[in-house]
């Protein structure tokens, strides 16, 4: 019989759940001095949230420790195995795009921890809101560094080397800050707990951190999948954390309407946003074009509907919680039928002057995919694309301002998102001024949800749409030469866009200022709100009937 | 390789360097100051990533909250800075180093439990000795929670990602260490009969001795200015309590008691300070050398100090009982307490402040 080194070594410990109990009890209730409430919200909460983790720092950080020893050890591999040289420039381009975006919700994921452990009764769930508040400062930063692996490792390192710069100016950038800001201000548990960890890491972190790492890899992009994979194995503490906090607050019948609330919104939201960045990213960032593999709206229903609308959504029903399955159904209904997805790539494609990354034209085995995926396709963007092909050469008109019969959307004042579902288009005053709105959840959102007061029960603590919300007001009136100037996105030569309308790096099919300028912004929300009432319902009634692609 | 392949593989690769065009050698992020003449690790994965209306954020924040703060607001502290962007944390950490150092720490801590309880450490204990270890560093315990939970809070409200993540390691250094002592002394009270984990709780609760440094620790959880909050912790709480009762009480008095485990568990936090403190001797001597602000920002911890230096004084003497509990007394009060008063000294120098009045 031989020895094993356990058995000589094993001593007896504490077992985990007395650990934890021993924990949960370094707090107490202060009595010299009240503790001060920073963030307010409009929930109670008198059931004490369990922490059903029951890990301690002893083992998170050997742990964690061990998952960056592995990502960076990739990273490494990656490069002695000349990794660059193979992936697909299409879709580096696009890590552009969500690495300048990203960073900044999983640092407000972090700060939200503050907002939540001073919410909830108990310091049981503390360590779980601890660790949640150190796996987020891992998550910014990994990935700070992933996108300046990418800086000093790609071919093109233009977009990258200005990237916290672009995300705070850039029309697309916009819909991450809202986003992220969503995880951080307004009442402590609507923002910190129903949007971020119930339906934002529960059920959107899926698409955002296994479904693109997967497409990434299809591109030869190994690192993409190696950061994120790590960073989605720490979600599950956070789903847990927002779950057991989720069930403190049901147990308060006082807290149903809020909960009715705050999921709708968060939901509608969080599909608004995600699905515009994520599904695009996805399907057109790609060059894979394998027909076996899920598309977007396959993936949405495996991981949005069946396994959060099902499974986690539906069973709070029970508890009393009034869910819109009219939303759920809706949301399906636009990625499937009415092409959300691919309006926003061509909404993306549409001010591909104003991103800091290059879109290339769709080629023939792209239009092949997407018609065998989404049936019907081509007819209703197969021209966009062959003009935005014909036009990406420099000193076309740039294909914003071409003869196409593409109307500039509106931008939705909720999710700030465009309006690209041109029927789904809302119109409505609050405080006695008109803002547009992508759908009717949204005009809910900003009319009814966002107020102080709900139902007719006051809500003080909730949040308030604020700061120049619409980019276009930005640089309405101006030269679109000028706004790329203003934001910075022009090359070291100080002439030619970091943008472009394809991957050509030759000198000579590179765009530049010049064949940009003389080209005018116009913010559409300025141009409704400067009409009479009679000619703005006519222009809502033409704008809600879209318009169809001509080819140039 | 023939030519026409080379060309081939050089028209589609992906690598740098294949191509010269128009900001292909543009590698570094080239929209803030280094401090120093190069970049660091940590500057690049850390500046900007919260954004500023007065830097980047051209549309400003979006959402607010329902009396007009917006996401992050200058308001947050009564401190002001012309430019709160200077700030670099000294020890340079991001998710990588701090995890590094916190794995390395619970492993020693780790190995040092066990290899001490192998040997039948605890049970060598003096018995008085593991009373006070029992009542006394169970207490502490709760101060070293009191500190991370603050910190906590305030990696909310700082107007620079560098300051909150500052604020953020420091949160993580203290909720670890409260766990470590905490896990401590349920180990070694698996080995020792009668001895109570719970009674740390209620010396803290209830016992003359802690009241005035836990009415310290709750005068910081009672105010929502995070650098008021990190001032007073790092400043005046941790030379004055912290340290006088890790090092000028465990690590001084243990061994003459047949304790050679406890300050190896507790010198982590000694490290630790030491890391923050340099983090916020920094901010602070930015802060009191600000070209605008910086006059009126002396003025304001010279006010702090005077709450939280006195709060934090008053808590080290009712402290002194603890010196005379000891069956073995090698070190006395007044020789630890007059070396964490030269600590402070030292550091309210830095800072640029006049010393703690000593009554």
């Known amino acids: 019989m031989s020895l094993s080194l356990t058995s000589i070594t094993q001593q007896k410990g504490m077992p985990i759940a007395e650990a934890t109990r021993r924990i949960a009890d370094l707090g107490w209730t202060p009595s010299y001095v009240k503790e001060a409430m920073a963030f307010p919200t409009d929930y109670k909460i008198s059931r004490q949230p369990k922490d059903p983790m029951k890990q301690v720092l002893r083992s998170y950080f050997p742990m964690q420790e061990e998952k960056d020893n592995r990502v960076y050890g990739a990273l490494d591999a990656a490069l002695r195995g000349d990794m660059f040289r193979n992936v697909d420039q299409r879709w580096v381009e696009w890590m552009k795009l969500f690495l300048a975006i990203i960073p900044f919700p999983e ?90 960890q119930v339906v934002a890491e529960t059920a959107f972190t899926n698409t ?45 019948p006082d807290n149903h309407l809020l909960l009715e609330r705050d999921i709708r919104y968060a939901f509608w939201q969080n599909h608004a946003i995600v699905d515009a960045a994520i599904g695009t990213i996805i399907e057109y960032g790609t060059r894979n074009r394998d027909k076996k593999k899920e598309s977007y709206a396959e993936l949405w229903h495996r991981w949005i509907y069946e396994d959060y609308y099902r499974t986690y959504m539906l069973p709070l029903e029970k508890y009393g919680i009034k869910i819109h399955h009219d939303d759920v159904h809706q949301a399906w209904e636009d990625i499937t039928k009415n092409g959300y997805v691919h309006k926003v790539a061509q909404f993306f494609s549409a001010g591909w002057w104003a991103n800091f990354w290059r879109i290339d034209p769709l080629d023939e085995r792209d239009f092949d995919w997407f018609e065998y995926k989404y049936p019907g396709w081509y007819n209703e963007y197969g021209a966009w694309w062959e003009n935005y092909r014909k036009l990406s050469k420099p000193g076309s008109v740039p294909i914003t301002f071409a003869d196409t019969g593409y109307v500039y959307p509106h931008r939705c004042w909720s999710n700030l998102v465009p309006c690209v579902i041109r029927d789904q288009l809302k119109v409505d005053e609050v405080d006695g001024q008109l803002y547009t709105y992508g759908s009717e959840v949204d005009r809910w959102t900003h009319k009814e949800a966002f107020s102080g007061e709900y139902k007719g029960r006051a809500t003080p603590a909730m949040g308030r749409f604020s700061g120049r919300r619409q980019w276009e007001e930005l640089y309405d009136g101006w030269d679109v030469a000028d706004a790329i100037k203003d934001m910075g996105f022009v090359r070291a030569d100080g002439k030619t866009l970091i943008a472009q309308p394809h991957l050509s790096l030759e000198e000579k099919d590179m765009w530049t200022l010049d064949h940009v300028r003389g080209n005018t912004i116009k913010a559409p929300i300025t141009t409704l709100r400067s009409l009479s009432p009679e000619d703005r319902e006519k222009h809502i009634a033409e704008y809600r009937k879209g318009s169809a692609i001509r080819l140039v | 390789m023939n030519m ?226 990190y001032f007073a912790i790092n400043v005046c709480l941790e030379p004055l309590v912290g340290e006088l009762f890790r090092n000028g009480y465990i690590a001084q008095l243990a061994a003459a008691q047949n304790d050679f485990m406890t300050p190896s568990v507790v010198s982590a936090g000694e490290a630790d300070y030491d890391r923050n403190l340099a983090n916020t001797a920094e901010l602070f001597i930015t802060l009191v050398n600000d070209p605008t602000y910086g006059a009126e920002n002396k003025a304001i911890l010279q006010d702090w100090l005077k709450t939280y230096g006195g709060l934090a004084l008053s808590a080290a003497h009712n402290l002194e009982p603890l010196w005379s509990l000891p069956a073995v007394k090698i070190a006395q009060f007044a020789g630890a307490l007059q070396a964490q008063l030269e600590r402070i000294d030292t550091i309210t120098n830095a800072i640029g402040l006049t010393p703690l009045a000593r009554h």
Not at chain 2, 164 to 190: F, H, V, W
């Open chain 2, 4 to 229: 026409q392949a080379t060309i081939e593989e050089e028209a589609v690769s992906g690598a740098a360097g294949t191509k010269t065009f128009p900001s292909s050698d543009s590698r570094k992020y080239n929209y803030f100051e280094p401090k120093g003449r190069k970049a660091t690790h940590y500057e690049d994965v850390t500046v900007d990533v919260q954004p500023d209306p007065e830097r980047y954020l051209a549309q400003n924040w979006i959402i607010s909250f329902a009396n007009g703060d917006p996401t992050y607001s200058k308001d947050w502290t009564c401190i002001k800075s012309a430019n709160w962007h200077l700030f670099r944390a000294i020890d340079q950490e991001w998710e990588r180093n701090h995890y590094q150092r916190q794995s390395t720490i619970v492993g020693m801590i780790e190995n040092v439990i066990q290899n001490g309880r192998r040997s039948g450490a605890p049970s060598r204990f003096d018995k008085q000795w593991v009373g006070i270890l029992q009542d006394h560093l169970g207490a502490y315990k709760h101060f070293e929670y009191g500190i991370g939970v603050a910190l906590m809070n305030a990696q909310r409200r700082g107007y620079t990602q560098m300051i909150n993540n500052a604020l953020l390691t420091n949160s993580s250094y203290k909720l670890r260490m409260a766990q470590d002592i905490t896990l401590y002394l349920g180990e070694i009270g698996l080995d020792i009969p009668g001895f109570d984990p719970s009674a740390g709780k209620k010396h803290w609760l209830e016992d003359e001795i802690w009241q005035d440094t836990r009415r310290a620790i709750e005068t910081v959880m009672g105010t929502n200015d995070h650098l008021e909050q």
């Open chain 1, 107 to 196: 640092i407000s994921a972090a700060r939200s921890m503050a907002m939540l452990g001073r919410l909830a009764p108990g310091d049981d769930l503390r360590t779980g809101f601890t660790m949640q508040m150190v796996d987020e400062f891992r998550h910014s930063t990994i990935q700070m560094n992933l996108k300046k692996w990418y800086m000093e490792n790609y071919i093109d390192p233009a977009g990258f080397d200005i990237t916290e710069a672009a995300f705070g100016k850039c029309y697309a950038t916009t819909i991450g800050r809202q986003f992220g800001e969503a995880f951080i201000t307004g009442d402590a548990i609507t923002s910190a707990n129903i949007y971020l």
């Open chain 1, 208 to 252: 955002l951190f296994v479904a693109m790492p997967s497409e990434a890899a299809r591109n030869g992009d190994y690192a993409l999948p190696t950061v994120f994979l790590s960073v989605q194995s720490d979600e599950s503490r956070h789903i847990g954390n927002g779950h057991s906090l989720l069930m403190s607050i049901l147990n308060n």
